[in-house]
């Protein structure tokens, strides 16, 4: 299992469910769980087996504003890019349908759909972060390239994990790990995505967080000391050895970048 994302609340048989979406590498295919009500444990409804044109890296999950539609994006490191919508198939688990596939030229992995926008921003790692439109009608020949890698972008390859931390009537940011240069950018949520800032996680009692590949952030007020969200960090290097995950209150991103801190 590589990537995993997550959608609360959907319409699912006779009630709502919690969907949880995870890239499968051993077996090439997109694996789709219910979070149960109790206890949380994970039931898998089904597995979608993704065949030779693509090499599945990457996942993230798209529910369509206008209609509740449930849609997974998986992404390959050779380029290829798929759109699939997962329903329920009236039986307990659920059907899969591929609806869109193209190809980017680039290497991907990690994706993040703002559902409410309809808008999908993609890391092409060595080149910077895409945006297409999400729907699964519209073209994907003219990506808008958000920020790029090098001469002229704020980014250093690889460009690595995305991440929403989404407010109310779409405001919000988009966080994006730079890992060549060991921190993280800050642009707005909305067009045109100003750059807001950037910052990198260190702590007096433990090292620094260093070439992270996955990121997430919530805006959920999640009590002390997470009252305003939280933003999670991959760190590949750690004191014992092991890599693990570094914890931030959302008030100390706000507070290092600069952003209002009524947001």
């Known amino acids: 299992m590589n990537n995993v994302d997550l959608r609360q ?7 709502l469910a919690d969907i949880a979406a995870v890239s499968d590498k051993g077996d090439n295919a997109i694996r789709v769980y ?3 009500d109790e206890g949380r444990a994970l039931e898998l409804l089904g597995s979608q087996p993704l065949g030779e044109a693509l090499d599945v890296d990457g996942i993230c999950l ?14 390959d490191m050779a380029g290829p890019l798929e759109q699939w919508r997962l329903r329920p198939d009236g039986a307990g688990g659920v059907a899969f349908e591929r609806v869109r596939a193209w190809s980017t030229g680039h290497a991907m992995e990690a994706c993040v759909v703002d ?24 073209p994907t020949d003219e990506p808008l390239l958000l920020d790029a890698v ?23 940011y988009l966080v994006v790990s730079s890992q060549g240069s060991d921190d993280f950018v800050v642009y707005d949520r909305q067009p045109p995505h100003a750059l807001r800032g950037r ?4 702590h007096q009692d433990e090292d620094a967080v260093t070439h992270t590949d996955g990121i997430e952030v919530t805006s959920a007020p999640l ?41």
Do not use: C, I
């Open 34 to 36: 219910r979070v149960a």
């Open 199 to 202: 910052f990198r996680v260190v």
């Open 150 to 172: 090098g001469p002229g972008g704020n980014l250093s390859l690889d460009v690595e994990g995305l991440a929403l931390y989404r407010e109310a009537a779409g405001d919000g």
């Open 223 to 263: 009590g002390a000391p997470f009252e305003r969200g939280l933003f999670v960090a991959q760190d590949d290097v750690n004191h014992d050895g092991n890599q693990n995950f570094k914890l931030v209150p959302w008030s100390s991103v706000a507070d290092a970048v600069g952003l209002d801190p009524e947001r």
């Open 9 to 15: 609340g959907m319409p699912w048989g006779a009630g």
């Open 115 to 138: 559902d409410e926008a309809d808008r999908l921003f993609v890391s092409a790692e060595e080149h910077g972060v895409l945006v297409f439109d999400a729907d699964p009608a519209a």
């Open 62 to 75: 798209y529910r369509r504003a206008a209609d509740g539609e449930l849609y997974a994006f998986v992404t």
